[in-house]
């Protein structure tokens, strides 16, 4: 069942080792065949370096097995709020990616200071506020995801496609595995632009957190995204 979309997510998943965002197995990626209903994710705990194509799991939208062997990732729930939450997004991906996850760690969202995160972000990447005791002794997975859910409520997650979860680490999505992994890599590379610019910034006197123009954000976004996007070929 849904060999194609195994094929793709464990390629995605394997892109996570290639481009250096996991150590150990520590990330997972999904992604959702929407017409059926379930979704693909690396199993918990396993090797990457063992990993095949036919460990990946089925899963239905509310987390019952529906193929696989192997027990499907923890942050499962997670993945499925966030494919509820948000109907236009295809594929998932968590790391605990260095920088990215600092930003998390020290509750800070990721501002947009050059025209690198505006290509990918149209806008500040935010931090979640800290998850409750109930929420954590609860179902903690999932309301992870409700969290996120919460943090987007007036935000655009077709305009910004990740979240840093307070103390945790990143997640992001795209239209399909593998835009949800480029994005992964760009998050972590412009959290360590990020983090450069600020140490920068306070190093002449400046407060530490000056962001790019608005009209210079909006104008790289939106010539790659959107009915108007220019960039690339037809």
């Not at 929407?34 to 370096?49: L, T």
């Not at 998932?92 to 260095?98: K, P």
Request: charged share 15%.
């Amino acid at each position: 069942m849904l060999e194609a979309l195994k094929k793709k997510v464990y390629e995605a998943n394997m892109q996570l080792v290639h481009h250096g965002l996991v150590i150990f197995t520590w990330g997972n990626v999904s992604a959702i065949d929407r017409e059926r209903g379930y979704v693909v994710i690396k199993p918990s705990g396993v090797e990457y370096n063992t990993m095949s194509p036919m460990d990946m799991v089925v899963v239905d939208l509310e987390g019952n097995i529906i193929e696989g062997h192997l027990k499907p990732s923890s942050d499962t729930p997670t993945h499925i709020e966030l494919y509820k939450s948000f109907p236009d997004i295809g594929g998932v991906t968590h790391t605990h990616s260095l920088y990215a996850t600092s930003f998390a760690q020290a509750g800070r969202g990721i501002k947009p200071f050059g025209t690198t995160h505006a290509d990918y972000f149209g806008g500040t990447v935010p931090c979640t506020r800290k998850m409750s005791p109930n929420e954590i002794s609860g179902d903690y997975e999932k309301n992870t995801g409700i969290v996120i859910a919460e943090t987007f409520k007036n935000l655009d997650p077709n305009n910004i496609h990740g979240v840093l979860v307070h103390s945790h680490g990143p997640f992001t999505w795209g239209h399909d595995a593998m835009n949800s992994v480029e994005n992964a890599v760009v998050l972590e590379n412009i959290a360590h632009m990020a983090f450069n610019t600020e140490l920068l910034q306070i190093s002449v006197g400046q407060n530490g957190g000056i962001p790019m123009q608005q009209d210079l954000l909006n104008k790289h976004f939106y010539r790659k995204h959107g009915a108007g996007a220019y960039y690339g070929q037809n």
